[in-house]
């Protein structure tokens, strides 16, 4: 019988952190950038609020999957694999690192549809991040619900364009990519187990985290106007991304931004705008 999700919908969370300098510190060693990390009353670099508020499940309330089955505002559905299909960021002001912050959540949306696979199930979880001067970021959170593998082909992703006013070609080994697992603290096994990955989930290896992918656009759209902090970034998973693959991330000064695959595909696409 297929759970009931609209019974999810206005569920609230709160939780609290730090903005610790050893996370960004650690973050900017594993992506091997030059020059010391920002630190205490620096700017978060934009998408980074993503290395804070872990949810702390015990082991034995993980599912199959690495993920929680059980417990928060947004549990596994026993019947899909849970996906981070994209997100919709809106910076309101810079948060400064060592800050004391705060993240309330919403379950905003659910919505259902049938994919090629059966049953897909949409949520948006609404995070509003703030310090003790407000709220400083409003990040809207797509997650899918998609059915297991049944061995049907995925299809050819759409192809992306191979020239952008900026682009920077990537390669994320295993070791980048459990490092970002660890700094996440995500326990998703697509992203660190081999035989999982390939054997359960059919994929033909690790997968690069859409997040991961998400903060190396964000910065290569910075980079464009570095002078300008970015007022929005949203972005959509289409394709997957699979470690020791190159792949390519661009922007263009419209606002446009994607990661294009080794076989030339879209992996993920959005926009940005700038302050």
Aim: one cysteine or more; glycine letters at 10%.
């Amino acid at each position: 019988m297929a759970t009931d999700t609209t019974q999810w919908i206005g569920r609230k969370a709160e939780a609290q952190d730090v903005l610790h300098a050893e996370r960004v510190a650690a973050l900017w060693a594993a992506l091997d950038r030059g020059g010391p990390p920002p630190g205490a009353g620096e700017a978060l670099p934009p998408l980074w609020h993503w290395l804070y508020f872990w949810a702390l499940p015990r082991r034995s309330d993980l599912g199959p999957d690495g993920h929680p089955a059980r417990g928060g505002i947004v549990p596994d559905l026993p019947e899909g694999r849970r996906m981070w299909a994209g997100s919709s960021v809106t910076f309101h002001r810079p948060l400064a690192i060592g800050a004391a912050v705060t993240r309330c959540s919403t379950v905003a949306t659910v919505t259902e549809k049938t994919g090629r696979g059966g049953r897909l199930v949409f949520i948006e979880v609404a995070h509003e991040i703030g310090d003790e001067d407000g709220p400083a970021l409003t990040d809207r959170h797509h997650i899918v619900y998609r059915p297991p593998p049944d061995g049907t082909p995925p299809r050819a992703p759409e192809p992306a364009p191979a020239t952008a006013d900026r682009a920077e070609t990537w390669q994320a080994d295993s070791s980048l990519l459990f490092r970002y697992s660890a700094l996440t603290y995500n326990g998703h096994r697509i992203h660190y187990d081999h035989p999982y990955a390939t054997r359960e989930e059919g994929y033909p290896g690790l997968v690069v985290h859409g997040p991961l992918l998400a903060t190396l656009m964000a910065a290569n759209a910075q980079a464009l106007h570095p002078d300008r902090p970015l007022a929005s970034f949203a972005f959509r998973a289409t394709a997957p991304v699979f470690a020791n693959e190159p792949f390519t991330v661009m922007a263009d000064r419209r606002g446009a931004v994607w990661v294009r695959r080794a076989d030339g595909g879209y992996a993920t696409r959005g926009e940005v705008a700038w302050a």
